[in-house]
C-alpha cells in the first residue's frame, strides 16, 4: 500500500544521486482501490505540502485523470473529492518504484515498499 | 527472569553487529514483542495531539505501529508514516489501530533518508536510537530526522532507554564499565517460551521461528541497547544539529539567513529520557 500520499514524499537515497531522483516512477504496479473516510479539513490543510506536477503525473500513470495539471485556485469539494481518492485510496499493492535519475529499483510486496539500501550505497 | 548484561561493542563493523543483536532479534519476536506493546506513552500521545491538522509526519523506528493511528481524539487529522528495519513487525504495523484501516508503513533504515529533504511536519523516534551501536551512527540518526523536518516548523520527539530506570521496572542494570559518553551498553534478553506464547496476530514470514526442541524449553534472544546517561541525548541532539549548521536555542528576532532548533523538553519519564524539539528559520 504505498499510497500516492506517501510516493509524492519518497525519493531516491543512493549514494551521489541527489538530483532528478525524484518522483520515483511505478513500474508492473498492481493496484487496489479501498475505501477510506473523507477528511476535508486534513486535505484542505495538507494541499500546500505536496508536489503537485509529480502527484498529477504518477496519477495520470496510473489510469486516474481526475486531478488538473494545475492546482485550481478554488478549493471546491469535488476537487477535495478526487484528491482525496487519488491520495489515500488508490494501493500499490505489488510492484517495484525506479529512480529516474540513477535507475535504482525499490521494490513493493504486500504493500509494503523497500527503501533499504546496503550502508555503502547511501548518499 | 534473566538479566540484564554488559557488553562492550567492537566499533569495526557496527552494521553487521546491529543485524546480528538488533534487527534478527525483532523479526524472530515480532508477534510476541508486539503483544506486549500496545499502550502509547502518554508524553507522545500528547505530542501527537497537538499537532495541527494537515500535517505529516514520520515515526521512526515504528515497531509494531502503535503511534501511527493517534491522536485517539482526532483520528486521521495527521498522517503519520512508519519506518521500521523488521519486515515482519512492519505486517503488524499495517494493521495498527482499531478497525480495517490500513496504516502506512516503510521497510527501512533509520540511517537511509528515502524522502525530500523537508517533507515532515514532524517525526518521532521512539526507542529505537538505542539500538544503534556506536555514538557516531547515533548521531547521523538525529541528523536524519532533523533532515526530513520542515526547516520552517518541523516538531521531532525522541525517547531512549535511561540507564536511571523507574523503580517499577522489572529490570536491574549494571552500571558498572560506562561507555563513551557515559552511556552503558546492555543486552536485554527477550525470553520466547515454547508453550504459552501470548496472542500470535500474525506468524512470521521467514521460516526461522525460534521453536525450541524437546530440551530447550525457551529460547533467550538478547538485543542490543545503549542505555543512555542523563544530559547524553541533549548533547548528543546538539552535536547533531550543530554538524548540519544549525543553531541551538530560540528563534532569534531580525535575523536573517539563520536555521537552528530549539529544544522544547528535556526530561526523564520511566525509564527514558525524552528531547522534544521544533526547527526555525530566519530567511
Redo the contacts between chains.
Sequence with gaps: ???L??HN?????AKGCTQNN?PLQFKDASIEL?E??F?P???????S?L?WKALVDTARELGDTSLPLEMPEMIDDEFLKNLHHVLLEI?VEEGAMICPNCGHS?PIS????????A?HE?? | MPTVQTVSVSDSQP?DYENEHVHAVYDEIAPHFSSTRYKPWPIIAQFLSSL?????GLDSGTGNGKYLPLPADRP????T?G?D?S?NL??IA?KAGEGS??R??????V??????DG???YAISIATIHHLSTHARRRLAVQRLLKCLSPSHGRCLIYVWAIEQDELSKRTVPTESPAENGGQDVFVPWVLKSQGQPKRKIQPETDRSPIPTSQDQEKVFNRYYHMFAKGELRTLVCEAAQGMGLQIGNQPEGASGVVGIEIVQDDWERSNYYVELRRWECS
Excluded at chain 1, 479539513?41 to 494541499?47: A, G, M, P, S, V
Excluded at chain 2, 502506512?104 to 533504515?109: A, K, L
Design positions: 500500500m504505498v499510497r500520499i506517501t514524499i519518497l525519493a531516491c537515497h525524484f479501498k477510506q473516510e477528511n479539513d486534513f486535505l484542505r490543510n495538507f494541499l505540502r508536489e494501493h525499490y504486500n504493500g509494503i515498499p523497500n527503501m533499504l539500501l550502508e547511501i548518499g | 552494521q495541527p491538522t494537515g500535517w505529516v486521521g487529522s495527521v498522517w508514516i519506518l528495519r519486515r512492519l505486517q499495517r484501516t490500513i502506512e508503513v516503510i521497510w527501512g533504515d540511517l537511509g533518508h528515502p524522502w525530500r517533507a515532515f511536519d
